[in-house]
């Protein structure tokens, strides 16, 4: 995906990614999670996304930016040694938290039964425990959440509409990347 | 807070108030809101001295303790602020300061009236005034001595606003500042004294002191005490911070009647009294070897002044020290009794002085007037009668406070009575020697010739003091709530042997000292006949045994050396190292977030980066475990 | 090992990662930027389920809805900002946006 310079190329692999991400949950005998991973993120973001590239009319990333410049080759070569880094390290955390419970390998058994509210909710297949645990333990996040969606969405909406002001102070200044006037943003 | 005494401590601060800030530029009224303000307290603190009813009068301790306002908490620390008339322990002895402080101050404000009436700065004046009396009557009637300290500072304050009032000469605002400045020497002695007594005691007020000092009086140290009593050294100016009074009488004259002679100075035995169960027989016996000192060498200071003023100023100094020394013996009723009578004899002096300076153009030098008592006779007369009290001339108020000093003197402590002794001859020598060159004789100046009686706004408070300085020693003639600070110690004195033997010694004394110096003095020129007589005498009386020198000396020589080198070091570590330093410090860390902060979308990314690893590296324990 | 373990989920999650962060370090598209984040965040969704199938308790997978939530809300004020500032600059590209330095 990160390799495709063109953004939709980018996208449709994205999409495989995430359900492949939806598969490995349902390996996971999550899957309420992974219907909703499909249906969120393939469903909703991407089309998002895609709708977004079709609109600005990005073209595959070429130009004067696309050659790797030797600041990116160095700059790429900085993050592989960091991702190197992050894989060990993870893979040391997992030997010592799966040495913690000393059943490596053991997956327990999953009931179908819910615990009581608070206490510690078993792991289950069911979407009804899964309902009861936001429901009762999660109650407060749940709500926070739905406030942060609420506001993403006026966010949103204010965002487009300032797109018209925007516009009328581009014909007068003048698209010009680099520099900005502070005091027409402001307006 | 008993009601009446809230009003008492407010009007002269209203009246200060109002004058201080409404009234700057019409002196007139100044002058008469603050007299007013005057007769108020005057009226209302007799009121509160007579009408003692038995339910004013708490029963125990416990219920002082639960009244007044928590002034200040910090921590543990608790200053509970009350003031009260009613304190057990103290009762009759702030009665007696309070009646002092209100009499003579009011007289002093009526005497000011005319005395300040050309004065262009009246209104500060008499808010200077006002101020005085809040602070006088706050030490009065403070129930403990961190409140006691607030006012002890007030009062320095406005001695200090009022020593300046002719601020533009140079002696009033160097003698101002050195007042300010010496007082401050023995008000640090005084905060050390507090913080010590809070942390052996655990509490600063006077009445729980008392009960604790009464429950276990070995946890007296002569340490606390002393320190205490560096704030009456100040504020007394007894030795070795005597230095600030003789000077302080740049200030105007009733001034000088009012917060230098009469009730200020005298706040210092005061305190001693009010403290005097947290003195050890060690203190006790170092205050009255201090106060008798103080009284021979002041008697020898004035002895070669020619200045009016100071002469008085050091006589002050001699009387503060007679007191001291009484409060030293352990009779205190008897030091609050010289506190009172002195207050009246010397500030009718000091008023007498002030009126003949009035008229006289503002002449101070006694060898420059003489022949005044034909010329002002009431002011003559008045001001003999104030000489003759303090000379302790037979039944005359100062016979019977001093001669009970030396009385108690003579049987307690033999080397205190030789040298108390000697300064009464002293003092009955130099008043004298006062009267006779002043007032007798020929005028010898054009001034002092043309010089008329003061009007009677003056005389009237002069005469008023007159008539008590005569008659204030007769015991009959106090009241007897007023009486009851003085009553028992004077009857300890009164008990004691040698009684015909002082009286005759106390003759002698005021006798000798008036003809020696009617001898000496009787016909003087412009100049001091002693410095042909007895040169050597004379200079060495006439340098004050060289303290201003050594104070300079100790000033330029030593502690500026010492100020500069803790200039150097403060510049060094606290202003360099730790200002600086801590500045560099944060500079230092800027650099380092500045440099982090790259502008690129990309660098962030990498912080990120670094975030997560060190957060995965702490995870998978390669900082320790957790 | 016969059988998948939460290790091998562990494994998986930390690729996706780092190729989320390639993404996002080696991008200039903005649009990119965004998708690698996603991509980011699914990493850590898998290992989370993975820990709470592992030990048997729910809050990972519970996390996991609220991370999800956050996701979608982020992409849609992302996108929107995005767009907001294609029409103001013409360029998605992140090496243009640099206006906070100096």
């Known amino acids: ?187 | ?626 | 090992m016969d059988t998948i373990g939460v290790q091998d989920f562990l494994i998986v999650s930390v690729l996706l990662f780092s190729v989320g962060f390639l993404g996002v370090v080696l991008r200039r598209n903005l649009l990119l930027v965004l998708m690698s984040l996603e991509l980011m965040l699914n990493a850590v969704n898998v290992a989370l389920v993975a820990f709470s199938r592992h030990s048997a308790n729910m809050d990972g997978s519970l996390f996991v809805f609220f991370i999800m939530t956050v996701a979608a809300a982020e992409v849609s004020v992302g996108l929107a900002l995005l767009v907001a500032l294609y029409k103001k600059r013409q360029s998605v590209f992140s090496e243009h946006l640099t206006m906070l330095k100096n």
């Open chain 1, 1 to 187: 995906m990160i390799l495709s310079r063109n953004p939709v190329t980018a996208a449709m692999f994205m999409i495989l990614s995430l359900v492949g991400v939806a598969s490995l949950f349902v390996l996971l005998e999550a899957f309420f999670l992974a219907v909703l991973q499909v249906l969120v993120y393939a469903g909703a973001v991407m089309v998002l996304f895609l709708f977004i590239i079709m609109l600005m009319d990005v073209g595959p990333d070429s130009g004067k930016g696309a050659k790797l410049s030797k600041k990116r080759i160095l700059s790429g070569f900085i993050a592989l040694l960091g991702v190197g880094l992050l894989t060990v390290l993870t893979l040391e955390y997992s030997g010592v938290a799966t040495v913690a419970t000393d059943s490596a390998d053991h997956w327990q058994d999953v009931t179908e039964e819910t615990s009581a509210a608070g206490a510690n909710i078993v792991f289950s297949k069911s979407v009804k425990s899964f309902g009861y645990g936001l429901f009762t333990k999660y109650m407060l996040p749940l709500q926070v959440a739905g406030f942060l969606l609420l506001a993403a969405m006026v966010g949103v909406i204010v965002l487009s509409k300032k797109t018209d002001d925007v516009d009328a102070h581009n014909k007068a200044d003048g698209p010009s990347p680099g520099t900005t006037n502070p005091q027409s943003e402001e307006a």
């Open chain 2, 1 to 626: 807070m008993d009601i009446t005494v809230g009003t008492l401590l407010l009007i002269p601060f209203v009246s200060a108030a109002t004058i201080l800030l409404f009234l700057r530029r019409n002196g007139k009224i100044a002058s008469y809101v603050s007299v007013a303000a005057a007769g108020a307290i005057l009226l209302l603190s007799l009121q509160i001295i007579f009408s003692e009813t038995a339910s004013s009068v708490p029963e125990s301790g416990d219920t002082i303790a639960d009244s007044g306002v928590t002034w200040l908490e910090i921590a543990d620390f608790k200053v509970v602020a009350d003031f009260r008339i009613d304190d057990p322990e103290a009762r009759n002895e702030s009665k007696a300061l309070l009646f002092v402080v209100s009499f003579v101050g009011f007289l002093i404000h009526v005497f000011s009236l005319g005395y300040m009436a050309d004065d262009a700065g009246k209104a500060r004046y008499f808010g200077g005034l006002s101020i005085f009396m809040f602070s006088m009557l706050g030490i009065t009637l403070a129930d403990n001595l961190v409140l006691i300290f607030v006012f002890w500072e007030l009062v320095g304050f406005s001695s200090y606003m009022l020593i300046a009032h002719y601020f533009h000469t140079k002696e009033a605002s160097d003698a101002s500042k050195k007042a300010f400045i010496v007082n401050r020497v023995g008000d640090f002695g005084f905060l050390i004294g507090i913080v010590l007594t809070y942390w052996i005691f655990g509490t600063v007020n006077l009445s729980e002191l008392s009960q604790l000092m009464a429950s276990d009086p070995a946890r007296a140290t002569t340490g606390i005490a002393l320190a205490l009593a560096c704030g009456f050294i100040g504020k007394s100016a007894q030795f070795p911070l005597q230095v600030w009074l003789p000077d302080a009488m740049a200030g105007p004259t009733p001034v000088s009647a009012l917060i230098h002679a009469a009730t200020m100075v005298a706040a210092g035995i005061y305190l001693l009294a009010r403290i005097d169960f947290l003195f050890t027989s060690e203190a006790l016996s170092f205050i009255a070897l201090l106060g008798a000192a103080m009284g021979l060498y002041a008697g020898f200071c004035a002895l070669v002044q020619r200045d009016i003023k100071k002469i008085l100023a050091y006589s002050t100094l001699s009387q503060l020290g007679y007191m001291a020394a009484a409060f030293g013996l352990g009779l205190e009723g008897v030091a609050l009794f010289h506190l009172a009578t002195h207050a009246f004899f010397k500030g009718l002096m000091f008023l007498g002085s002030g009126s003949v300076i009035h008229s006289c153009h503002h002449e101070q030098d006694i060898f420059k007037m003489g022949g005044l008592r034909r010329r002002m006779p009431i002011t003559a007369n008045t001001f003999l009668i104030g000489v003759l009290a303090i000379s302790g001339v037979n039944f005359l108020s100062g016979y019977f406070s001093k001669d009970a000093i030396l009385l108690g003197a003579y049987n307690l402590n033999l080397p205190v009575f030789v040298v108390l002794y000697l300064g009464a001859i002293l003092t009955a020598f130099y008043m004298f020697r006062l009267y006779w060159i002043a007032f007798c004789g020929e005028p010898r100046s054009k001034h002092v010739a043309e010089a008329h009686e003061s009007p009677s706004v003056m005389t009237g408070p002069l005469v008023i003091l007159a008539v008590l300085s005569a008659f204030g020693g007769f015991e009959a003639l106090w009241p007897e709530t007023l009486f009851a600070a003085f009553h028992d110690d004077l009857h300890v004195v009164h008990g004691m042997p040698g009684h015909m033997w002082m009286v005759v010694l106390g003759t002698f004394a005021w006798v000798a000292g008036a003809l020696g110096s009617r001898r000496l003095y009787g016909q003087v020129g412009n100049e001091d006949p002693l410095i042909e007589k007895a040169p050597a005498l004379f200079q060495l009386c006439y340098s004050k045994l060289f303290f201003d020198e050594i104070y300079n000396f100790y000033v330029t020589s030593i502690q500026q050396r010492v100020a500069r080198i803790l200039e150097v070091l403060e510049l060094l570590f606290i202003s360099g190292l730790m200002v600086r330093g801590s500045a560099g410090v944060a500079g230092l860390f800027s650099l380092i977030g500045k440099s982090l902060y790259l502008g690129r979308i990309h660098g962030y990314a990498f912080w990120f980066l670094v975030g997560t690893v060190a957060f995965l590296a702490y995870a998978a324990g390669w900082f320790g475990h957790f």
